[in-house]
């Protein structure tokens, strides 16, 4: 009883205090003073500028502004105060934003730093600076967290933000194989990613289980890999995706799987190893690629090719993690080839030649790679722009992340973040609790530490629960990958994000799960704010 | 790789064989044979007894049966077989419905049983009976379930089902206090609910946090306790879950659960016990209903007199569960009339005094009732019709089970289906194998075991989840309790369930999660059927 009476209060205050001028997640510096300044219908975005992706941007941002308003503060309810009149000093009619080089291409290298003034005197005055297009999309977005949504209009306080990411690679990995996942929900995901400031999209496009990716150049893959003919993803579903992304400030990083996890490449004769049974016959079943036959490397620098040209990223995924050596250790070809090459019955020598011979297929072609650290645990050489994400749990991550910033390589974190992994009640908070630089090093090292990636994989999950499960969880990396290192307070997060999920997923129409035990949302899912009007109001 | 080749053989001579006649949950008795009858347009439901909810299940049902033709047997994708035409020995063009007594009310004691055959020779000919409309509903869904929608269009087996439920309370409790389930979410849960042949819908309406319904005769309860004006059930949204459930077959059964978890009864007036600090002032904090002013009793009996009018069914559930006592321990009238009664020490006394009044209230105004098994345990005298809801899991429920029937009590269970507890994997397999007749007693005890029930608590559910994450875990449920208690075999359940799924729930437009591992829907959620007919079909 006591402490649902504190938590209501608590509820309360953060009616008043925590609605209005909350940005998730938190910037690096932000100050507000008391003076509010209304937004009316008149209000636009301005810029001398004009590029498709701001204009697109500032269409997008006017309309989630512009979305309510939401009866914050209404009489009579149990836990609401009551109602004050908001006295604004001014309105606020535009924002004008200010881009240094709006030819800067969307990289792993982009500037994303912006600033942010509102301003209540002498006159009301907004304005957006940023030395890229894609930190102006970081800055329209904190703005449009900045407004105050309420029955007497749109207000947002005087403001002041400079801000910009700690870390340059905050990714998010879906999993399209295991499931599939209908275009509707990855274009949903994009938008919340963008909602919270993340900027890679690593696409776990195919997998054993199902080849969803239509390739140009080997259509069979998906004729004979995809679970039926409509669970694809046509060019024009990949451009989409690439373009919605790119629209966002979301770089897409697509995942090829190999040499294991490849079982549905197997429409490609002689790509997969044939496995023996003990008598020494082929047993029908297929294992890893085949690494011995040169067809293999034609083969996959042909596809890669198109890859190159179809995906604009300077990156691809690679994979590289959990290749299972028995069906190579049964077949005799691949015994002899062993032998040939003086490997013995090391096949991780074997799993190095085949990836030694794939990033060199990626040097020639001009294709920089993420790989899963299986690779370089294999002792696999690899180029110095390699970005290796860290996975494992055990043995321990931070020894991982030592590991591989003394090798000189940049590293991405996931051990903690498998998100597809559930249990009952607040893991939120140890999402939020883990931090990438959180390892012995040196300075140096830790600067190799470029991010991480919240990653969900998809054996239970699909287009029916992937946005719900995801989000919010996924907000408490995206505040650990873009605030300051030194934003860890979990109590002082808790309002925030529950604040977060109301106004920015929720009523902006996404399903985003309650994570903290008991609460309620002005608009709740599902409800469209005009109908909420009801009699009783 | 072994095993993904045996589950995709698995797969595919599941599509052959589970996809038509699967019918979830397991009728009693089901025999098909390979004559195939094909469905037309022109098909229609008859009856002699055209009542409003049979006339409205029959249009539920054909839209049900005409989602639109699956592409079930496409040629080209990797795990489906070659496409056989089906070839059917003639057109089935209606499903005859005769019910023997259409005035029989829905309630505890009501018939479901139906039988539904559907002959091939020596001409076309479908008839379903039974006794009362509940039946002849439980009927119409298996039919819905025989049909096999393919590309060559709509076809059926020839089958003889006889039918009827194992246990004749079979419930879902929502809890709509600790968050807000919209009007929509419950009528989509209700729909899901028919889907597997639930028949009460436990609605745990209010509780600590808010109280969202709206009473006409203590209006200011949602007035104060909602979490706002718009959260709240009024009465045309009660009014039409009543009767959404009703034209389902679904009995709503509301909890008023007193005299713990009522904290958002607050805003009556000497209606919660005052609380006092230890120098014994009061503190301002309310503990339970106040059980020693004859005013609690007044309030009640008027509160309840409202409930029994607003819903038909015969049956409220009074909670009774986690009573505190620290607040009424604190309270200087409260100890004195503890003295005045020679209670002693002993709360779980004034406990009992306050159900022992509940309960004869009930009697007075004709409202049976269910309870937490708490009201029992505290050695309450019930009326013999009452119903105990078993839902501890220490001690023993199987225990507990002996211990209530051994009391001549009727009793449900629900220790082993709190399906708000979540975990990664397959948990279901876990709901399908608890069985609440598992427990040492006579035959005359097991009899009084009336069914269970699947709860989700609303601590981490709102309508933005409650769906996936409910559905088809809650379908594990609704075969144990409709189904002979010899299907067991969750190997055989397994590939039935996923089918369920795709067919049942996500083609009827409901979210429900994969919930083992890896797989494909032919069509997937919120891709609606038509769209699927990309060029390359």
Not at 370 to 386: E, F, L, M, R, S
């Amino acid at each position: 009883m006591a402490s649902i009476q504190i938590i209501i209060l608590i509820t309360l205050l953060c009616q008043r205090w925590c609605d209005a001028g909350s940005v998730w997640p938190m910037p690096q510096i932000m100050s507000t003073s008391e003076s509010m300044l209304k937004i009316t219908q008149e209000f636009q975005f301005e810029t001398d500028v004009p590029t498709d992706i701001l204009n697109q941007a500032f269409q997008r941002y006017r309309k989630l502004i512009f979305l309510g308003p939401l009866p914050r503060h209404e009489p009579g309810a149990a836990v609401n105060p009551n109602r004050d009149a908001i006295k604004a000093v001014g309105n606020l009619t535009k924002l004008f934003v200010q881009i240094d080089d709006v030819s800067a291409n969307l990289t792993l290298n982009s500037d994303e730093s912006y600033s942010l003034s509102i301003h209540a005197h002498p006159q009301p005055v907004a304005f957006l600076h940023a030395k890229q297009t894609w930190g102006a999309l970081r800055g329209l977005e904190s703005f449009s967290q900045l407004i105050d949504a309420t029955y007497d209009g749109f207000f947002i306080q005087e403001t002041k933000i400079v801000d910009y990411p700690r870390f340059k690679y905050r990714g998010v990995m879906l999993d399209s194989a295991r499931h599939y996942l209908t275009l509707d929900v990855i274009l949903q995901n994009l938008d919340a990613m963008s909602y919270n400031k993340f900027n890679v999209f690593h696409w776990h496009i195919v997998d054993d289980q199902s080849f969803p990716f239509v390739s140009l150049t080997y259509p069979q893959l998906s004729q004979h890999g995809s679970y039926t003919p409509r669970h694809v993803y046509t060019p024009d579903d990949v451009q989409m995706v690439i373009e919605y992304a790119r629209d966002r400030g979301i770089r897409v990083i697509v995942e090829f799987d190999t040499p294991g996890h490849s079982s549905s490449w197997r429409s490609i004769p002689n790509f997969l190893t044939p496995c023996y049974s003990k008598n020494g016959v082929p047993n029908g079943q297929f294992g890893p690629i085949n690494p011995i036959l040169n067809s293999t490397y034609t083969i996959l620098e042909d596809f890669f090719r198109e890859i190159k040209k179809r995906f604009p990223d300077q990156y691809v995924h690679l994979g590289g993690d959990e290749v299972n050596f028995s069906c190579w250790q049964s077949n005799p070809d691949i015994q002899n080839f062993m032998t040939q090459h003086g490997f013995g019955d090391h096949y991780e020598l074997l799993e190095q030649y085949y990836e030694h011979n794939l990033v060199t297929i990626m040097e020639k072609i001009g294709l920089r790679y993420i790989i899963w650290q299986d690779v370089v645990d294999n002792n696999v050489k690899v180029d110095p722009n390699t970005v290796v994400q860290v996975w494992k749990t055990s043995p321990s991550y931070k020894a991982e992340l030592a590991k591989v910033t003394k090798m000189n390589l940049q590293t991405i974190l996931s051990s903690c973040w498998y998100l597809n992994y559930i249990g009952y009640g607040r893991d939120w908070e140890r999402f939020y609790r883990c931090d990438p630089q959180d390892f012995k090093g040196t300075q140096q090292q830790k600067n190799l530490v470029i991010g991480g990636e919240a990653c969900i994989w998809g054996e239970y999950v699909d287009s029916t629960n992937l946005m719900e499960r995801f989000w919010p969880r996924a907000s408490a990396v995206s505040e650990r990958l873009w605030s300051s290192a030194k934003v860890t307070n979990v109590d002082a997060a808790l309002p925030r994000i529950d604040h977060h999920r109301c106004y920015q997923l929720i009523r902006r129409g996404l399903r985003a799960q309650p994570i903290n035990g008991y609460s309620f949302c002005q608009a709740e899912y599902n409800v469209v704010m005009n109908h909420l009007d009801r009699d009783e109001l």
